[in-house]
Structure formats: structure tokens, C-alpha cells
């Protein structure tokens, strides 16, 4: 059975095309698959737009604010993968986005991916996923989560 870990964040959008939001971490011998992410804000409603997406990458992720992941099941060992947010630099994005959609600032965005079809990272040891905002209208305050296995 796959094991699962969330990797919760709060922070200020990036509106960056080059700086991660959120990131996992996978290793040369586990492969993290996302299967389920929310985003939304906790700033002052205001009438502001986002953009998000999902990419796959091929170097860590530098800076920020690391995050352990947690086990959903109290049972289950700590996670191979690692995770944060805000990340200042690397995180070598692949192209194109395997995930990506518009939001307002008012509005919470979830995704589930139907059973197996979930975002698989690439195998390698500097390879994981990143949540970017590549654009804003706005840099706002937002919180999100990301749920994958391994």
C-alpha cells in the first residue's frame, strides 16, 4: 500500500515564472504521485487574479521554508520526500504544465486526480513537482496543500 503525506504551506504568492510556491522533493529511489491540492487566500477579499500550475523538475528547489511532510496515517513512516514552500531559486521546471488553471483571489481551487492518474515526479534525485504562480495581477496571501504518495 502506497503511503500518504501532506505538505501544508502559508505564504505570499511568488508571481514568479521561475520561483516555486509549494514543492515535494522525490528521490532516485521513490517517486512522489500527487493526487490531491487545494489553494485558496487568506488575505483581504479583493477582486485579484492568479494563475497556477504543475510542473514536473529536474533540480531541487533552493530557499524557503522547509516542511516535513506528515503522515495522513500516525502509523506510517516518515516520508522519503520532503517538501516547502517559497522557494528563492532552482527547481528546473520541464515543459509543458501537466496541471494549470486560473483563479480569483475570492475563490478556494481543489483538484482530486481520478484513481492512477495521478501527477507522477520524475525519478532521479534533484526531481520532484512544484506549484508555481506564474502570474498575478497582485501579490497576495494565500494557504495551500499538497497530498501525494510514495
Same mark, same amino acid.
Given at each position: 500500500?502506497?503511503?500518504?503525506?501532506?505538505?501544508?504551506?502559508n505564504?505570499t504568492?511568488? *508571481?514568479?515564472?521561475?520561483?516555486?510556491?509549494?514543492?515535494i522533493? !522525490?528521490?532516485?529511489?521513490?517517486?512522489?504521485?500527487?493526487?490531491?491540492?487545494?489553494?485558496?487566500?487568506?488575505?483581504?477579499?479583493?477582486?485579484?487574479?492568479?494563475?497556477?500550475?504543475?510542473?514536473?523538475?529536474?533540480?531541487?528547489?533552493?530557499?524557503?521554508?522547509?516542511?516535513?511532510?506528515?503522515?495522513?496515517?500516525?502509523?506510517?513512516?516518515?516520508?522519503?520526500?520532503?517538501?516547502?514552500?517559497?522557494?528563492?531559486?532552482?527547481?528546473?521546471?520541464?515543459?509543458?504544465?501537466?496541471?494549470?488553471?486560473?483563479? *480569483?483571489?475570492?475563490?478556494?481551487?481543489?483538484?482530486?486526480? !481520478?484513481?492512477g492518474?495521478?501527477?507522477?515526479?520524475?525519478?532521479?534525485?534533484?526531481?520532484?513537482?512544484?506549484?508555481?504562480?506564474?502570474?498575478?495581477?497582485?501579490?497576495?496571501?494565500?494557504?495551500?496543500?499538497?497530498?501525494?504518495?510514495?
Open positions: 500500500m502506497p503511503k500518504n503525506y501532506a505538505i501544508p504551506a505564504l504568492t511568488p *508571481n514568479s515564472a521561475t520561483l516555486a510556491a509549494m514543492y522533493h !522525490a528521490t532516485a529511489a521513490v517517486r512522489a504521485r500527487l493526487f490531491d491540492l487545494m489553494v485558496g487566500s487568506t488575505g483581504a477579499p479583493a477582486d485579484n487574479a492568479a494563475r497556477f500550475a504543475i510542473n514536473r523538475i529536474t533540480s531541487l528547489v533552493t530557499g524557503g521554508t522547509g516542511v516535513t511532510p506528515i503522515a495522513l496515517d500516525a502509523g506510517d513512516v516518515a516520508s522519503v520526500c520532503a517538501g516547502g514552500y517559497g522557494g528563492t531559486g532552482g527547481g528546473t521546471l520541464t515543459t509543458p504544465a501537466l496541471l494549470q488553471w486560473g483563479q *480569483n483571489q475570492r475563490a478556494t481551487f481543489r483538484w482530486v486526480a !481520478a484513481p492518474a495521478e501527477i507522477v515526479s520524475l525519478a532521479g534525485a534533484a526531481a520532484g513537482l512544484v506549484l508555481m504562480n506564474p502570474t498575478a495581477n497582485a501579490t497576495f496571501t494565500m494557504e495551500g496543500t499538497l497530498i501525494f504518495n510514495e
